[in-house]
């Protein structure tokens, strides 16, 4: 079945500490984006990319790090300079064909907690 | 710049009533328009979008939009609520303009909807 796989659903990371995010897409999309959302804000970017060894930030950029290196995987890095990490982290890929008429797909989601 | 504002954080109705989530938004080109459904925990599903080939568009799970160009809305409409559609609902926006919006999608900040027996 194709889809968006993020790994782990759960994540408890300790105050200092750099963790990584998984997110994999077998749809052959060329577009895939980070969110994050916390209660009652909605998603907000973090980072996205159009193309492999391309991305580009987003609204919320500061603390993150991704890469590119392969169409299907694009990791998020969470470092220990994003002062308040605890989110739920969604990962969307999205074909570019036709410029904004194509949906995203979502993954099922990271809960990171900071202990 | 592209903008979506979506009135009513929580809405609560009636098992059986009349489901409306309102959607507005700010874009400068004609937009493409997408309402998504999010269950607890869970990733957002695409329950139906606006390409511009009709200003009333059916999705799924009952569920139904109509662009009015005038009013610059996309509102969500059912006609009769389950308990299962209880769940945080999205509109968002794009533009396809790689000059304004390099293809970003923006979101609103959603409406929590439950459905009361």
């Known amino acids: 079945d194709g889809g968006i796989t993020q790994s782990p659903k759960y994540l408890f990371r300790k105050e200092g500490q750099n963790v990584t995010l998984s997110c994999e897409q077998n749809l052959n999309h060329d577009a895939m984006y980070w969110y994050r959302q916390d209660p009652g804000q909605g998603l907000r970017l973090i980072y996205y990319?159009?193309?492999?060894?391309?991305?580009q930030k987003g609204d919320i950029a500061e603390g993150y790090s991704v890469s590119r290196e392969k169409k299907e995987s694009f990791p998020l890095t969470v470092t220990s300079a994003q002062k308040n990490p605890t989110a739920f982290y969604l990962c969307a890929s999205r074909p570019t064909g036709r410029l904004g008429y194509n949906e995203q797909f979502f993954g099922p989601g990271t809960r990171l907690t900071v202990l | 710049a592209q903008s979506v504002t979506q009135l009513g954080s929580h809405v609560s109705v009636s098992e059986g009533a009349l489901v409306l989530l309102r959607c507005n938004y700010s874009?400068?080109?004609?937009?493409?328009l997408f309402w998504y459904v999010q269950y607890p925990n869970q990733g957002l599903q695409l329950l139906l979008k606006y390409t511009s080939a009709a200003t009333l568009v059916k999705g799924i799970n009952g569920f139904e939009a109509e662009f009015k160009k005038s009013e610059t809305s996309f509102h969500l409409t059912k006609p009769s609520a389950h308990m299962s559609d209880a769940a945080e609902y999205f509109c968002?926006?794009?533009?396809?303009?790689?000059?304004?919006?390099?293809?970003?999608?923006?979101f609103g900040p959603g409406t929590s909807l439950s459905v009361i027996p």
């Open positions: 874009s400068s080109v004609p937009p493409y």
């Open positions: 990319s159009q193309i492999v060894n391309d991305f």
């Open positions: 968002a926006v794009s533009d396809g303009n790689l000059k304004t919006s390099y293809d970003k999608v923006i």
